[in-house]
């Protein structure tokens, strides 16, 4: 997973970033969110930039060809000729998390016209994804005018997260904005659907390839002048291939003869290849060629990089040299001290790099992590490790980053991080990263992940201190605390087992604090569970874990329910519902618990419309309630059978404990959870009403809800939650029939008015 902040300049400073945009969770790059500056020289591609100004129904704009064909510079040119702004995506890597890729596209539609601050809470969030690109639209519209913004390099996104969110933007745009993309691989947009609407216009790699006068003018701009057969033998054996035409340029200018520069210029990999080294390679002293191909394994060159990677010096000097012969060198800042290669340029350089020296290649991953850390870049460090396959320095950066990298909403970024373990089949080999990968998916609802990452964790052989400052003991303790697999019991006796081995800075040691109070609690014992939930809240205030806090403080207006303090139930609930909005919780495992509990208060108090709408944000976190984190899970959903019950909501009262049910088959005791909920069943039992209506949906049927509202097919929708077509058509019917409707139009606005949050 490409680090967010190692891609191109340095961070936009604090100051700029206020003046742009809201506060965000992480760092914006604003190299990323401007066009690629023209260099003077360049073509001007008239004819194919009128033909894009041109396009006034088509709402979509899609240039697609492989590397070297100009896409970036014809946009660009584009967007200097439109009257109004236009924001300016570059995607790379790092954008394959849906929280970061919709950040980056709200920040860029705020280059166009103002962003509320609570859009760029909203698209953070995790487990938005899709249903955030609403929120961005409604943004767009807000503008008064008509949007168009550029999301280039696109086939660097390949999460699929990520394609639906981008699939979305392109169907819903406001009328008269537009979305033009840039990308060397098929867009991830429904192409079909937009050509059917004429809401589509398509430049491929035959309207991209350069004619005859133009291929002149490149030249010309590199200084290089032919004669027009020369140039017309040119254009014909590069076929218009504007890098080839250049490359061909800086061979003549390095002293090759007009008549054989050019030749197999043409794509072909093993020749172009081969025309590197004869014709640019072989034509630079041996330190420069050496320079070249070293520092083709990263995305960004500047001089004290590159001289750690390169193993030279003065490496701000040769990065001068090369650019001021314009070999294919592109700056990345007006200060022209900060670069990148041409795309293509780098993949012959990486390539050239694997036939001279492949052995060096980990070593310069190597170099290039250690300075990234070094230089605190701890994500771009995480990158080149990985590339290095330093599996130790890896799951050291992972440990520190993962906590407030989840916290901050990049949760497909921490998932990424996981992923590469799983791939390599390191988990056994590093249990901390596989105890962090079971809690997490845990969190994300993800039960059987979580299993497995959890029963890899039990599986390791490894004693004594991990790179966390925790023991292993202490760590697998943790981790049965949490899945209380044996009852109160033995949940507190792990509990106190951890905090032994817990280190005093552990992040983890809240949750231990917590699980202690909870043990207290499933014993009915609120007296002696009250001081461990206020010593959970200072440790986890103090350490950071955002996130966890509301969840304590929801734990103490439990205590004080049972204790019929009501009024400071309801304050303990204001509280911890501020703390989730302000910090983007809402998506969160640990916001159902708030909400159940809030909604509960709400309830005590005649608020009944409120007590909906809050019961409505729990229930769209159902299915994140599982067997894996079965505690708070079964609490949370007590919670909010209590307000279904205060409501006269049989069926909402139903589906919530039938969950607990199904939880409750797969945990040996729940000690008093289990009696509340036994109670609850008996009195739902004696109320009278037909079970239907929105709260009545399954756990199944929940997780359906968020995709009504996009442009996915059922097949699509069945595709994305790996059920069959005939499933998700049945799971989407038995939704109509609950809340009253007979069409998918229908539902959405029914769910919508409903207050289910279909609509983020």
């Known amino acids: 997973m490409a680090a967010v902040v190692a891609r191109g300049p340095e961070p936009a400073s604090a100051t700029e970033r206020r003046r742009r945009f809201p506060p965000t969770p992480f760092d914006l790059v604003s190299a990323k969110l401007s066009p690629p500056p023209i260099r003077s020289g360049v073509v001007e591609r008239t004819a194919l930039v009128q033909r894009l100004l041109g396009a006034r129904d088509e709402s979509v704009l899609a240039v697609v060809a492989p590397a070297g064909y100009g896409k970036s510079t014809v946009l660009a040119q584009w967007a200097r000729h439109r009257e109004r702004p236009v924001g300016w995506l570059s995607a ?395 009852g109160p019991d033995a949940m507190r006796r792990d509990a106190e087992l951890a905090l032994e081995g817990l280190s005093p800075t552990s992040p983890y040691r809240a949750a231990m604090l917590h699980s202690v109070g909870v043990s207290h609690l499933l014993h009915g014992e609120h007296d002696a569970a009250d001081p461990w939930f206020v010593r959970a809240l200072d440790e986890a205030t103090s350490a950071g874990v955002v996130p966890f806090v509301p969840v304590l403080l929801a734990e103490r207006g439990i205590v004080a329910i049972e204790r019929d303090d009501w009024e400071s139930a309801a304050a303990l609930a204001d509280e911890a519902l501020t703390l989730v909005h302000g910090s983007r919780f809402d998506e969160y495992w640990t916001s159902a618990l708030v909400y159940a509990f809030a909604a509960r208060t709400v309830t005590s108090r005649g608020r009944v419309e409120r007590a909906g709408e809050l019961a409505g944000r729990a229930a769209a976190l159902r299915p994140l309630l599982n067997y894996v984190l079965p505690v708070v899970s079964v609490q949370a959903l007590i919670e909010l059978t209590h307000v279904y019950v205060a409501l006269g909501d049989i069926g909402g009262a139903d589906a919530a404990l039938a969950q607990i049910r199904d939880i409750s088959r797969q945990v040996a005791e729940l000690g008093t959870l289990a009696d509340q909920a036994k109670d609850l069943r008996t009195r739902v039992d004696l109320m009278s009403g037909e079970m239907l209506g929105v709260a009545s949906l399954t756990t199944a049927e929940l997780r359906l809800v968020p995709l009504l509202p996009t442009h996915l097919s059922f097949s699509e929708m069945a595709d994305r939650l790996y059920l069959s077509r005939h499933t998700v058509k049945t799971q989407a019917g038995s939704i109509y029939r609950k809340i009253g409707v007979s069409s998918r139009s229908e539902a959405v606005a029914r769910l919508t008015d409903l207050g289910l949050n279909v609509r983020v």
């Open 92 to 486: 790379d890597a790092g954008d394959n998390d849906p929280s970061v890729l919709l950040t980056y596209l709200a920040a860029a539609v705020d280059r166009v016209v103002r962003v509320d601050a609570r859009v760029f809470g909203t698209v953070a969030s995790p487990g938005t994804g899709i249903r955030a690109v609403a929120s961005l639209v409604s943004a767009m519209e807000g503008g008064g005018e008509p949007v168009a913004l550029v999301l280039d390099h696109a086939e660097a996104i390949t999460n699929r997260a990520c394609r639906d969110v981008i699939a979305e933007l392109a169907v819903c745009l406001p009328p008269r904005s537009q979305l033009a993309i840039g990308s060397r691989a098929d867009v991830p947009i429904p192409v079909p659907r937009l050509r059917a609407q004429g809401a589509i216009l398509e430049v491929g790699m035959h309207d991209l390839a350069m004619n005859t006068a133009e291929a002149g003018q490149l030249l010309s701009g590199a200084a290089v002048e032919l004669h027009d057969p020369d140039v017309r033998v040119l254009h014909e054996r590069t076929e218009g291939w504007p890098v080839g035409l250049y490359l061909a340029a800086l061979a003549i200018k390095a002293g090759s003869p007009p008549a054989d520069a050019g030749f197999t210029v043409s794509g072909d990999d093993r020749f172009m290849g081969d025309y590197l080294r004869t014709e640019l390679l072989g034509r630079v002293s041996r330190t420069e060629a050496s320079f070249l191909t070293r520092t083709a394994i990263l995305d960004e060159l500047h001089g004290p990089l590159c001289d750690a990677v390169a193993g030279q010096k003065r490496s701000t000097d040769v990065l001068d040299r090369l650019q001021a012969r314009n070999l294919l060198l592109i700056p990345l800042d007006r200060r022209a001290r900060r670069y990148r290669y041409h795309h293509l340029f780098a993949e012959l350089l990486h390539d050239e790099l694997d036939r001279r020296e492949p052995e060096m290649v980990p070593e310069l991953h190597r170099r290039a992590a250690a300075w990234y850390e070094a230089n605190d870049q701890p994500e771009a460090a995480i990158e080149h490790a990985q590339q290095a396959g330093d599996a130790e320095q890896v799951a050291r950066l992972f440990l520190t980053l993962a906590n407030p990298v989840w916290a901050s909403g990049r949760a497909g970024t921490v998932t990424g991080w996981l992923g590469w373990f799983a791939e390599n089949g390191l988990l056994e080999q590093h249990p901390a990263v596989a105890l962090h990968g079971a809690l997490l998916h845990a969190l994300a609802g993800d039960s059987g992940e979580a299993h497995r990452w959890a029963a890899a964790a039990e599986r390791t052989t490894f004693t004594g201190l991990l790179p966390d400052g925790n023991t292993m003991e202490g760590s697998l303790a943790y981790l049965r605390a949490l899945l209380c697999r044996d």
